[in-house]
């Protein structure tokens, strides 16, 4: 069974703090994924990578950065957290035909 | 860049119904995407299509790729409330480009 984990199902942190999201996968997949999904905003790609140590800006990148120091392993850094970063982030990896999406992680910033 | 759209943005329909959703998108892509969202839960896939013509069925759900006119199609049949979620759209080219998303709900 394909497996897409997330360290966190909700999180809570204040203004300013650093924060991080990690996402690991079990599929060898070497695309994955990082999006946020507001209401009535949709999912909307923050970064994406296709290779270790490499690395795509996707329509939001402003205030976040991410690390794939491993095939499995996606994170997703949050310099200093703001409050309009509170949303629910969504990890995913692919193989070429399909993608799996983590079960998400709800961060609140305070 | 490739826009998806999705229509209907909001669907209530009654048990027993049929009704299809509608997912268009801008750019040359062979890969169309369904998945189904819980609220407060991740999305889960529901259909891959990878050529023109592609039609696959889960259940009560047919999904449809015309390439040609850049069309996919989510088709219910014989609604129950089960399958009340939201529906989204996906269509894939270098990244995945999402619809906003059809929130689907069964009434009886």
């Known amino acids: 069974d394909v497996k897409v984990t997330q360290s966190s199902r909700y999180l809570v942190k204040r203004t300013g703090e650093k924060v991080f999201l990690e996402c690991v996968q079990d599929?060898?997949?070497?695309?994955m994924f990082w999006y946020r999904q507001d209401p009535g905003l949709g999912l909307r790609l923050i970064y994406f990578?296709?290779?270790?140590?490499?690395?795509e800006k996707g329509d939001i990148p402003e205030g976040y950065s991410v690390s794939r120091e491993k095939k499995e392993r996606f994170s997703l850094i949050l310099e200093s957290a703001s409050t309009n970063q509170t949303s629910m982030y969504l990890c995913?990896?692919?193989?070429?035909?399909?993608?799996?999406f983590g079960p998400g992680t709800r961060l609140t910033v305070l | 860049e490739l826009k998806v759209e999705q229509n209907p943005l909001f669907l209530s329909m009654q048990e027993g119904k049929n009704y299809t959703i509608y997912c268009n998108y801008s750019?040359?892509?062979?890969?169309l995407y369904w998945y189904r969202q819980d609220p407060g839960k991740s999305l889960e896939s529901l259909f891959v299509?990878?050529?023109?013509?592609a039609v696959k069925q889960e259940g009560r759900l047919m999904a449809s790729l015309d390439t040609k006119a850049r069309l996919s199609t989510l088709h219910i049949t014989a609604a129950v409330h089960d399958l009340s979620a939201t529906y989204f759209c996906?269509?894939?080219?270098?990244?995945?480009?999402f619809g906003t998303g059809t929130s689907l709900t069964v009434i009886p």
């Open positions: 750019t040359t892509s062979d890969r």
């Open positions: 599929m060898d997949h070497e695309n």
């Open positions: 996906a269509a894939r080219y270098n990244q995945f480009y």
């Open positions: 299509l990878l050529s023109n013509g």
């Open positions: 995913a990896s692919s193989s070429p035909n399909e993608q799996f």
């Open positions: 990578s296709y290779d270790v140590k490499m690395k």
